[in-house]
């Protein structure tokens, strides 16, 4: 199961790495298999380049290939996967804070920057709360229906959005994937049988030429 945050709970307090020292995470976000999609930690610039470092390694040189994450929720298990799907991009803490010199780095999987079209997968990250008002539900609704069409192989018209998203989360091509301090939806459209089914909602009326 994926690491997840209720909706509505207050932000959970920082994790740490047990294989990474000097790591504190904030946000992380699994799909179903555990396999590392979205991750926000801070750190020495030290901790942070040996991590990042430690990801590209084998095992027997050092290297992660998976992770441990221990929370106020207990103890989380990452995989890494392959880390090349992995993009790091990283700021630096003003020098003055509380803190001292602190990088903060994001992880995330290149699915959330742009589609797969090859595989006709996608991932639309958004915070958790955004999905607690009808506001910010409407606006991921939005932005899903913008990703599923510009990751769908069959031509979708803009009036269908609610129909085909309803349809396409039946067939489990659109999954909802909650984590801690971020959440997800994974489209996964390389089903065969996907235009087969927009074919199918056309021919019973439920997909019109006209809005």
Not at 38 to 56: H, K, N, P
Not at 135 to 154: E, F, M, N, P, Y
Not at 189 to 207: F, H, K, N, P
């Amino acid at each position: 199961m994926p690491i997840h945050h209720q909706p509505g709970a207050e932000r959970p307090a920082l994790m740490t790495l047990p294989e990474a020292s000097g790591l504190f995470a904030d946000a992380v976000l699994t799909d179903e298999g555990r396999n590392l999609l979205f991750l926000s930690v801070w750190g020495r610039d030290t901790a942070i380049q040996e991590f990042r470092a430690r990801l590209s390694l084998p095992v027997r040189e050092g290297g992660l290939d998976r992770f441990r994450m221990e929370g106020e929720a207990g103890d989380l298990f990452v995989q890494v996967g392959n880390p090349d799907r992995l993009i790091g991009e990283s700021g630096r803490a003003p020098s003055h804070s509380i803190f001292g010199s602190l990088v903060h780095l994001w992880l995330y999987d290149r699915l959330a920057v742009a589609p797969d079209r090859a595989n006709r997968r996608a991932l639309l990250l958004h915070r958790p709360e955004e999905a607690e008002s009808p506001v910010g539900q409407a606006s991921i609704r939005k932005r899903l229906w913008t990703l599923v069409a510009d990751t769908c192989h069959v031509p979708l018209l803009s009036h269908w959005q609610e129909t085909a998203l309803g349809a396409f989360e039946a067939a489990g091509w659109i999954k909802t994937l909650p984590g801690i301090g971020v959440s997800a939806h994974l489209v996964d459209l390389g089903d065969d049988e996907v235009e087969d089914l927009v074919t199918l909602l056309i021919r019973g009326g439920r997909l019109a030429a006209t809005g």
